[in-house]
Nanobody
Framework: EVQLVESGGGLVQAGGSLRLSCAASGLTFDDYAIGWFRQAPGKEREGVSCISSSDGSTYYVDSVKGRFIISSDNAKNTVYLQMNSLKPEDTAVYYC????????????????????WGQGTQVTVSS
């Protein structure tokens, strides 16, 4: 059974930083891509970033490019999302999710079959 556990959320002032972690178990990590999604109240879920565990390729939604960095530690089966220069509009519940995918992450990655999800972690950015 695949399990994903997020941590690292919290309350931060605008301009601050947070690092989210997604610890995965029950899977062959190198066979998966891990995505970060977020959902703000009253809004649709949005794909934020994704990393391929097989080749390390990454992809970001335009609104976070240059501010967020996704990385993975394959030895620890953990993916991180370093969030810098946070804005109030980044406030949301952040989820990590896994999809069985080997190869380069490209545009449209958020439409891959992400069937395994974490419980989410709240990120609140105050102005």
């Amino acid at each position: 059974e695949v399990q994903l556990v997020e941590s690292g959320g919290g309350l931060v002032q605008a301009g601050g930083s947070l690092r989210l972690s997604c610890a995965a178990s029950g899977l062959t990590f190198d066979d998966y891509a891990i995505g970060w999604f977020r959902q703000a109240p009253g809004k649709e879920r949005e794909g934020v970033s994704c990393i391929s565990s097989s080749d390390g390729s990454t992809y970001y939604v335009d609104s976070v490019k240059g501010r967020f960095i996704i990385s993975s530690d394959n030895a620890k089966n953990t993916v991180y999302l370093q969030m810098n220069s946070l804005k109030p509009e980044d406030t949301a519940v952040y989820y990590c999710a896994a999809t069985k995918y080997k190869g380069t992450v490209v545009a449209g990655w958020n439409y891959l079959g992400f069937y395994d999800w974490g419980q989410g972690t709240q990120v609140t950015v105050s102005s």
